[in-house]
């Protein structure tokens, strides 16, 4: 799949008109519905159901990468209790998923809940995650959320101006722990074909820019591949961060030129 992606990224920088883009329907809509997708690491679309508030769908594109006629299965639902409506969230850079508060949770009356979960989709669970200490953190409900620069998960706390960030990586001061890559999607190509595959649709990239050096979209799909390109690196630290550094650069270039 990430093959298709990488040419596709690469060629329509140079070749298609901007505005060309269409919605078009699923095949398969998602059961029951889906109020919130977050967009995977591997290619693969997680949905959070519209009807049940603990359940996940997760939409992997056809053997052709559609997603139009992709299909949807069942994840494992969220944590005992944590079943929440209008929660901040967020996909972190290995792969994983957090959802956290929500206005809403079943036997709550507008709750602004604190409670949150991870998602590991090497593993297909969710675990709870704890929230930062304090009577502030209380109330999350739906608050603002990123993904920083270094990988953190920055999130504002509902009633007042704090913040608080969940830091993914390793903890330094326990043993080291094995970078375990996001699962492929059918037919993905990882490790140093991965890399090789972005090189060439960052080449192609490279040669939109040269016709128009301030290509607010070929500067997008720069940023988009370097972070595919991480991917291939998560046993080699740093090299993963060399590839992040790169996409941030694009990023910056890309938000300078809109």
Excluded at 16 to 29: E, Y
Aim: hydrophobic content about 40%.
């Amino acid at each position: 799949m990430f093959r298709r992606i990488a040419f596709a990224l690469g060629l329509c920088a140079v070749a298609c008109p901007a505005g060309a883009q269409t919605l078009v329907k699923l095949a398969h809509p998602a059961p029951g519905g889906a109020d919130i997708t977050l967009q995977m690491t591997d290619g693969t679309v997680l949905g959070h159901s519209a009807s049940d508030q603990s359940a996940w769908y997760k939409l992997t594109p056809d053997i052709n990468g559609s997603y139009v006629n992709g299909t949807w299965t069942q994840l494992p639902s969220l944590p005992q209790d944590y079943s929440p409506y209008a929660f901040a969230s967020a996909v972190l850079a290995d792969g994983r998923v957090v959802v956290d508060g929500g206005e809403y949770n079943p036997g709550q009356t507008f709750s602004l809940t604190n409670m949150a979960a991870i998602y590991d989709p090497a593993k297909n669970s969710w675990k709870s995650l704890k929230q930062p200490s304090g009577h502030a953190w209380k109330h999350v409900g739906d608050s603002s959320s990123l993904v920083l620069a270094d990988g953190r998960y920055l999130v504002g706390q509902k009633l007042t101006q704090e913040m608080a960030a969940f830091d993914p990586r390793p903890d330094p001061a326990k043993p080291k722990e094995t970078k375990v890559p996001p699962p492929p999607a059918l037919g993905d190509i990882v490790g140093a074909q991965r890399a090789r595959l972005a090189d060439l649709g960052l080449a192609y990239l490279d040669r939109a820019l040269k016709l128009r050096p301030k290509y607010p979209e070929a500067l997008v799909y720069l940023n988009l591949l370097e972070r595919q390109k991480a991917i291939a690196f998560f046993s080699d630290p740093a090299r993963y961060q060399s590839a992040i550094d790169a996409a941030e650069k694009w990023r910056k270039q890309a938000e300078a030129a809109r």
